[in-house]
T-cell receptor
């Protein structure tokens, strides 16, 4: 199936741990993103990569580090996890970087991170 | 002030009702506008794009008023399956495909 797939779907971990979330897309898209949806259901962009190049880096603590080994993968590593990091993290991809049109923006099904 | 504002609801309507959601955006340079739908514990999915001339897709009609920086979504003949959160989304920067989301409006359609 063509899709944006994220792993794991659920992640429960203790404060202070380091964890990674992986994302892969087989849609041939050039641009990938990480979005965070907090407890109030507000979705906000964190990072975007275009062909392995970081193009959007919102005000995110530097404990969060994205890594794009190739244009089909965008992983998110989080160091020293805090309670406030608990949220749903969505990966997404789109085929075009410019133009302002929504050329097939596709979201993954999300990773529900709970920090205890 | 958030860049995209929506009434969070919930809007409780009976099946068959017509319901309208509104959204305002603060960046006058915004270029593209969309409505997304998000079901509980699922990812957001594109419902429809919003064009200046207004556009319709079956029971759904979207309108854009650039002068007032206002977007609307009208749902006619509501179905139980329309129950979801409707997200108003804007792209402000044509250089990047960065979607800016509103907080969403929750719709509950009851029998």
């Amino acid at each position: 199936d063509t899709a944006v797939s994220q792993t794991p779907k659920y992640l429960v971990t203790q404060m202070g741990n380091d964890k990674s979330i992986k994302c892969e897309q087989n849609l041939g898209h050039d641009t990938m993103y990480w979005y965070k949806q907090d407890s109030k259901k507000f979705l906000k962009i964190m990072f975007s990569y275009n062909n392995k190049e970081l193009i959007i880096n919102e005000t995110v603590p530097n404990r969060f580090s994205p890594k794009s080994p190739d244009k089909a993968h965008l992983n998110l590593h989080i160091n020293s996890l805090e309670l406030g990091d608990s949220a749903v993290y969505f990966c997404a991809s789109s085929p075009l970087r410019t133009g302002g049109m929504n050329y097939g923006y596709t979201f993954g099904s999300g990773t529900r991170l709970t920090v205890v | 002030r958030k860049e995209v504002e929506q009434d969070p609801g919930p809007f409780n309507v009976p099946e068959g009702a017509t319901v309208a959601f509104n959204c305002t955006y603060s960046n006058s340079a915004s270029q593209s506008f969309f409505w997304y739908r998000q079901d509980c514990r699922k990812e957001p999915k594109l419902l429809m794009s919003v064009y200046s001339s207004g556009n319709e897709d079956g029971r759904f009609t979207a309108q854009l008023n650039r002068a007032s920086q206002y977007i609307s979504l009208l749902i006619r003949d509501s179905k139980l399956s329309d129950s979801a959160t409707y997200l108003c989304v804007v792209i402000s920067d044509t250089g990047f495909q960065k979607l800016v989301f509103g907080t969403g409006t929750r719709l509950l359609v009851s029998p």
